[in-house]
């Protein structure tokens, strides 16, 4: 009897996945598969169906897409830096020190996120640009400033702007998850604030700065708005150049070899970056 119930909970389960399996195969895993062999095609052809080659790959490393892949990874790692610094501190407030503050900010931020993304970036270029509402306001106090937009400073401003709240819920979800009295009883055997925060608090927080950290980094190396929209496109990052390749150059083959290159040169740097970590002891599946 008992092995029949376990019989029909697997048949169950199995039948449960399949809209699932199935959404995956074909949202995902399908379309994912059409980029990574139109990759193989002839330059400037529509056709999956030709004799693959490896042409697109030898433009890419006969040209220079190396700068824009290298904007894209150092925009990206700059952003996960600065938003760590920012986020932090605001996590640990609004975690362990607020109560109904952490509430409204809450709200506050998560509404941001109902404005499209580029609407609320040329909020920005009416503030910086030349007269906006940052020149205007210098101006009338006699300070002339020319416009503050297009260059790297204020894209990396954007997209720290933008994806905040992609670092900021994570990690307050991991700090909320230290118990305080780990804290508590550090404290009564002596240990100064800084050795808690060092020893108990920041260790044990770690999945909440991971989780950011990977959301952050992924979502900003395949940024395309911030650089267009605040930098004028001084920068051109990979997404930009994988984009013209789709639309203006007609090119797909060549827009998906690169599409295909860059997936796998950013699931490399991540997982590199979490070979660097124990994850079953940091998700408190493995302890001392």
């Known amino acids: 009897m008992s092995e029949k119930l376990a019989n029909y909970a697997e048949r169950l389960g199995r039948l449960s996945a399949a809209p699932f399996v199935l959404l995956m195969f074909f949202g995902f895993v399908a379309p994912l598969a059409c980029v990574v062999w139109f990759g193989f095609m002839p330059a400037k052809t529509f056709d999956l169906w030709q004799a693959p080659t490896l042409a697109n790959y030898q433009t890419i490393v006969e040209q220079t897409y190396f700068k824009s892949v290298g904007w894209s990874l150092g925009l990206a790692g700059l952003t996960v830096m600065l938003l760590l610094v920012v986020c932090y501190p605001l996590a640990y407030a609004m975690a362990k020190v607020m109560s109904s503050g952490a509430t409204v900010i809450t709200y506050a931020i998560a509404t941001s996120l109902f404005v499209s993304e580029n ?48 670092m900021l819920f994570p990690l307050t979800l991991g700090i909320k998850m230290v118990p305080d009295q780990l804290a508590e009883a550090a404290f009564d055997m002596g240990a100064t604030r800084w050795q808690v925060f060092r020893k108990v608090t920041l260790p044990l927080s770690l999945p909440g700065v991971l989780i950011g950290s990977l959301l952050v980094f992924i979502l900003s190396a395949g940024a395309i708005a911030e650089a267009k929209i605040l930098g004028g496109q001084k920068v051109v990052t990979i997404a930009a150049d994988i984009e013209s390749e789709f639309t203006y150059a007609q090119n797909w083959p060549l827009g998906s070899a690169l599409s295909t290159l860059f997936i796998a040169l950013t699931t490399l740097v991540v997982f590199l970056a979490l070979s660097r970590f124990d994850l079953e002891r940091l998700l408190g599946r493995k302890r001392d």
């Open 119 to 166: 609407i609320r970036l040329f909020g920005w270029v009416i503030g910086l640009m030349k007269n906006g509402v940052v020149g205007g306001t210098l101006k009338l106090l006699g300070f002339e400033v020319n416009s503050l937009l297009y260059n790297v400073p204020v894209i990396v401003l954007g997209m720290v702007y933008v994806y905040l709240p992609f």
